[in-house]
């Protein structure tokens, strides 16, 4: 059972990949790579990522403060305007 898992883990992976690849080919087509929107979209993105996993660490050790409640709404809110943005300038 666990070869199976293994073996379906592995071609999920496998499918992911091919399938970023395609994307990133066709936004390099467009430019879309070379965007300030693009680069600012992905890096909000990260540190969105990167405040969470740390709420995720400061959870297990007592209460999270207030204040990063209203920073993962603030930067959820400009993560999506910005995708919107990218949308709108660069339609698929």
Excluded: D, N
């Excluded at 936004?27 to 405040?51: E, I, N, V």
């Excluded at 959870?59 to 409640?69: D, M, N, V």
């Amino acid at each position: 059972m666990g070869l199976v898992l293994t073996i379906g883990v592995f071609a999920l992976f496998v499918w992911v990949t091919r399938r970023v690849h395609e994307q990133a080919s066709e936004h390099a087509a467009t430019g879309m790579l070379r965007s300030p929107l693009y680069w600012s979209a992905a890096t909000l993105t990260m540190t969105l990522l990167g405040l969470v996993l740390y709420m995720v660490h400061l959870g297990h050790q007592g209460p999270i403060p207030w204040l990063f409640w209203p920073l993962v709404g603030i930067l959820t809110v400009i993560i999506l305007l910005l995708r919107r943005a990218l949308k709108w300038r660069y339609p698929v």
